[in-house]
């Protein structure tokens, strides 16, 4: 066993996420109060090579994220139930500091990766492009309205699942951000949000690595715990899986 592996069963003992064998059960009819979020599941951050926050090989926590979150978005647009999809972009002359440029709009990377693709016909889709790390800050428009509560105020969403990346940044922000507008009753009549464990990931970068580039160490594992176990924190209810009605 490694120090790396010994480490992270440590931090999961000392600050364990509890309820490892939580279920999320949604009914035949539950599309009519449940909705599905997706987090920037984009090229440039799950497409292998795709940009500077891409990942440079391929990676097994990424690609189980796009997998559960196809899946999960292929039965709500089946059953019509309401999707909403954050799409990280930017403009070469707005920088997000402290990160390199990415997801630069025309550059390939704004967009879902390729098994989400087909989302962008569907009826049951809104998206909203952000270009910041908070889609809940990012969903504001200029006239003070916010494109993501009046998403939840038009299908009386009270539930909503949420899968993507990074579980530790812009999931995290959202997920914050949510339930912090929840609690002074801006986004009724939202009542819960779902973080689906295994439909998040986040990005991988070794402490040697990290060093070697002058950046911050980010170990893919620590952070993927560390980033659920502060959405539980702040009231986000965390699942290992998600059930469906017949």
Known sequence: ??????????????????????????????????????VDIVNGFCTVGAGN???????????????????LAKIFSDRNWPI?????????????????????????????VPALEWLEKSPNLTARRKDCINGFIG??????SNVFSNWVKKYEIKTVLVVGICTDVCV????????????????PPLEDVVVYSKGCATYDLPVQVARNMGALAHPQDLFHHMGLYMAKS????????????S
């Open 234 to 245: 702040r009231g986000a209810r965390i699942v290992h899986d998600v059930s469906f009605g």
């Open 139 to 144: 969903s504001i428009e200029k006239d003070g």
């Open 53 to 71: 926050l891409a990942p440079t090989e391929p990676n097994e926590q990424i690609e189980t994220m796009v997998e559960e979150a196809a899946k």
């Open 172 to 187: 995290l922000d959202f997920v914050c951000g949510t339930l912090s507008a929840r609690n002074i009753g801006l986004v």
């Open 1 to 38: 066993m490694g120090s790396e592996t010994r480490e992270i069963d440590a931090l999961r003992l000392a600050v364990p996420l509890g309820g490892d064998g939580d279920v999320l059960h949604l009914a035949a009819d539950a599309g009519r109060t449940v909705g599905l979020v997706l």
């Open 84 to 112: 909403f999809a954050f799409l990280d972009t930017h403009y070469p002359d707005k920088p997000e500091p402290p990160y390199p440029p990415h997801c630069i709009i025309g550059s390939g990377e704004e967009n879902l």
